[in-house]
T-cell receptor, first 119, second 114 residues
Framework: GAVVSQHPSRVICKSGTSVKIECRSL??????MFWYRQFPKQSLMLMAT?????????EQGVEKDKFLINHASLTLSTLTVTSAHPEDSSFYIC???????????????FGPGTRLTVL | GQNIDQPTEMTATEGAIVQINCTYQ??????LFWYQQHAGEAPTFLSY??LDGLEEKGRFSSFLSRSKGYSYLLLKELQMKDSASYLC???????????????WGLGTSLAVNP
């Protein structure tokens, strides 16, 4: 099946620093990647949709200047949390859509997630 | 608007069968997904339905009725490792083009007891 990697898996940082999270599709090309945030015992919250070679589309309420997304290639998207604060502590998960699976499925495959703790 | 409902919690016994229901209200329906998520981990894909009927994949089956806005995930021969959250997600078209969006249910936390 399709494999998506995410790095780092866990990061602890001081308030005010920036953190970059990488998401890679390992065995397929992903023209579209998604970034989610999940707080404990809550559902996935879509933050933004990342399209290769173009600007990301952010969901309402998500600050694009705080959560910088770069989708430079068909296999890599990065999310940078700038000037992180304790309220940004969360589980960040990326997913990549495998458009090569054919038909209308376009299944999203998830990376293992990054647990961010801002002190 | 778009909405998904699924039970918050369920409990079942090892070796038994459990059915997790999902109801949704959406326009432009374009497919329904079930994912499994263990605590502290990312979701993993289980099944996809876009036409009415039952899709079977090993111990897991998923059913869809588009007219009723209803789906269920059926887990047979339950194992302890099946204890997880099960997420229902519905994809819908947001305009006349090919733009689609996925909305997620809050998940059903399943506890499998020995």
């Amino acid at each position: 099946g399709a494999v998506v990697s995410q790095h780092p898996s866990r990061v602890i940082c001081k308030s005010g620093t920036s953190v970059k999270i990488e998401c890679r599709s390992l065995d397929f090309q992903a023209t579209t990647m998604f970034w989610y945030r999940q707080f404990p015992k809550q559902s996935l919250m879509l933050m933004a949709t990342s399209n290769e070679g173009s600007k990301a589309t952010y969901e309402q309420g998500v600050e694009k200047d705080k959560f910088l997304i770069n989708h430079a290639s068909l296999t890599l998207s990065t999310l940078t949390v700038t000037s992180a604060h304790p309220e940004d502590s969360s589980f960040y998960i990326c997913s990549a859509r495998d458009g090569t699976s054919g038909g209308s499925r376009d299944t999203q495959y998830f990376g293992p997630g990054t647990r961010l703790t801002v002190l | 608007g778009q909405n998904i409902d699924q039970p918050t919690e369920m409990t079942a016994t090892e070796g038994a069968i459990v059915q997790i229901n999902c109801t949704y209200q959406t326009s432009g329906f374009n497919g329904l997904f079930w994912y499994q998520q263990h605590a502290g981990e990312a979701p993993t894909f289980l099944s996809y339905n876009v036409l009415d009927g039952l899709e079977e994949k090993g111990r897991f089956s998923s059913f869809l009725s588009r007219s009723k806005g209803y789906s269920y995930l059926l887990l047979k021969e339950l194992q302890m490792k099946d204890s997880a959250s099960y997420l229902c997600a519905v994809r819908f078209r947001i305009n006349a083009g090919n733009n689609r969006k996925l909305i997620w249910g809050l998940g059903t936390s399943l506890a499998v007891n020995p």
